[in-house]
């Protein structure tokens, strides 16, 4: 069955990085793009952007144009998601789904990436 | 700043119906924003409902409909069951991207 596999929790300090990725299965990985989206504590879905696994082009949320980077490796049908200068702000749950792009929706979600951001 | 407006929450008896709207802060939604609805429970990861304005994801229940009524894209629920106790997003494409409606916290009782 179709499955997206994220990495597990990372804890960071105020102005690192963190790097999660997002394995794909049960599908062709360059036939669909990958789009991420956080969740903060007790708050709503934000979209941070999303990539094309066939191709790498990538279409970033203006407020995280600079501080993220989205790549693919089609190797091993894997994304990642790179956000930098973490602050306390950035403390949420990541998410990548599948972006069926014809229709703008995403059908098939991974369960989760906790990040959190503490001195 | 376009801003996706949905209800913060709603209530419904089991066994109602109920409709969760999606809207613009400035103008309408038609299905040129390709509308599309989620529902996410406590700790768990969004379930697709319903995209591109009224077709239902693989193995959702018939009792979730979409629509689009008057100005705003529209989530219908038809025999409202315990387990629909949730929060529903919904998403709006903007042409440059997506953006997510703030939730509706739906409570069955």
């Known amino acids: 069955q179709v499955q997206l596999v994220q990495s597990g929790a990372e804890v960071k300090k105020p102005g690192a990085s963190v790097k999660v990725s997002c394995k794909a299965s049960g599908y062709t990985f360059t036939s669909y793009d990958i789009i991420w989206v956080r969740q903060a504590p007790g708050q709503g879905l934000e979209w941070m952007g999303w990539?094309?696994?066939?191709?790498?082009?990538?279409n970033y949320a203006q407020k995280f144009q600079g501080r993220v980077t989205m790549t693919t490796d089609t190797s091993t049908s894997t994304a990642y998601m790179e956000l930098r200068s973490l602050t306390s702000d950035d403390t949420a749950v990541y998410y990548c789904?599948?972006?069926?792009?014809?229709?703008?929706?995403?059908?098939?979600w991974g369960k989760g990436t906790t990040v959190t951001v503490s001195s | 700043q376009t801003v996706v407006t949905q209800e913060p929450s709603f209530s419904v008896s089991p066994g109602g119906t109920v409709t969760l709207t999606c809207g613009l802060s400035?103008?309408?939604?038609?299905?040129?924003?390709?509308p599309s609805w989620y529902q996410q429970t406590p700790g768990q990861a969004p379930r697709t409902l319903i995209y591109?304005?009224?077709t239902r994801s693989s193995g959702v229940p018939d009792r979730f409909s979409g629509s689009i009524l008057g100005n705003k894209a529209a989530l219908t629920i038809t025999g409202a069951q315990a387990d629909d106790e949730s929060d529903y997003y919904c998403v709006l494409y903007m042409g440059s991207g997506i953006l997510f409606g703030g939730g509706t916290k739906l409570t069955v009782l």
């Open positions: 990539i094309s696994a066939y191709n790498g082009n990538t």
């Open positions: 400035s103008g309408s939604v038609s299905t040129s924003y390709y």
């Open positions: 591109s304005t009224n």
């Open positions: 789904a599948r972006l069926f792009l014809y229709f703008y929706y995403m059908d098939v």
